[in-house]
């Protein structure tokens, strides 16, 4: 009923509002242009016209949309408050439920027959007491027997790995000598072939220079005896032509 009321209000203003456009349209009409012009100006202002309107019913649309969403989100606080409401009471009603079976039992227990289920519930707690305390005791046993056991696990893997280090700690010493006296070995025969070595090219070196000193020695010796006589051959031609012609 609302929403057609609304649609006829609606439609009702439209037209009083096309029937007010139209008299605005055709005075601006009148006052703006010759009678030649009337048609395309009245195209023009109806398009604007039906634009406006368009745009109007689609705002009005878009606030009705809204109000729609408003409305049912108020709906759904409702019921979520009667949903919370209902546990509410749901619960207040199942704790009486509780307190008036607790008043009922403590109501039918006589003063003996509350005394007896004291008594049994001492008892009761007692036995559950020392039901714990045993539990309890048998887990520290396995525990200490645990730690006890990993205790000796664990000295048995150390004293296990001394022996491994030890092991290997002679075994390197070992091969640490070895391998030194080897090389010791090794260097001296080499340090020996290379004292050799340079001794014997040093006395080639030493040998090798004497030759040559006496090699030379004995050429300087020839050539200034070839000189002296090459110097003295003149002289001694002389002597002998002066000898031969002397009376």
């Avoid at 456009?21 to 009245?42: A, C, E, F, N, Y």
């Avoid at 051959?233 to 032509?241: D, G, H, V």
Wanted: proline content about 1%; some cysteine; glycine content about 2%.
């Amino acid at each position: 009923m609302t929403t057609h009321a609304k649609s006829t209000n609606k439609e009702n203003k439209c037209n009083t509002d096309d029937k007010a456009s139209w008299l605005g349209i055709q005075s601006t009409v009148d006052m703006l242009s010759g009678p030649h012009d009337r048609d395309v100006w009245k195209e023009i202002i109806i398009k604007a016209i039906v634009q406006g309107s368009l745009q109007g019913e689609e705002e009005e649309e878009e606030e009705e949309e809204e109000e729609e969403e408003e409305e049912e989100e108020e709906e759904e606080e409702e019921e979520e408050e009667e949903e919370e409401e209902q546990a509410a009471a749901y619960l207040c009603y199942c704790l009486d439920g509780v307190i008036e079976i607790f008043a009922i039992l403590i109501a039918n227990i006589s003063g003996s027959k509350l005394e007896a289920v004291v008594v049994e519930v001492v008892v009761v707690s007692q036995a559950v007491i020392e039901v714990v305390v045993i539990l309890l005791l048998v887990v520290v046993l396995v525990v200490i027997v645990v730690v006890v056991v990993q205790a000796a696990v664990l000295a048995v893997s150390v004293v296990i790995i001394a022996v491994i280090v030890k092991v290997i700690v002679v075994v390197l010493i070992v091969v640490a000598v070895v391998v030194v006296r080897v090389v010791v070995v090794a260097v001296t025969i080499v340090v020996t072939i290379v004292v050799v070595v340079v001794v014997v090219v040093v006395v080639v070196v030493v040998v090798v220079v004497v030759v040559v000193v006496v090699v030379v020695v004995a050429a300087v010796v020839v050539l200034m005896v070839v000189v002296a006589m090459i110097v003295t051959l003149p002289s001694a031609l002389t002597l002998r032509i002066i000898l031969r012609h002397k009376p």
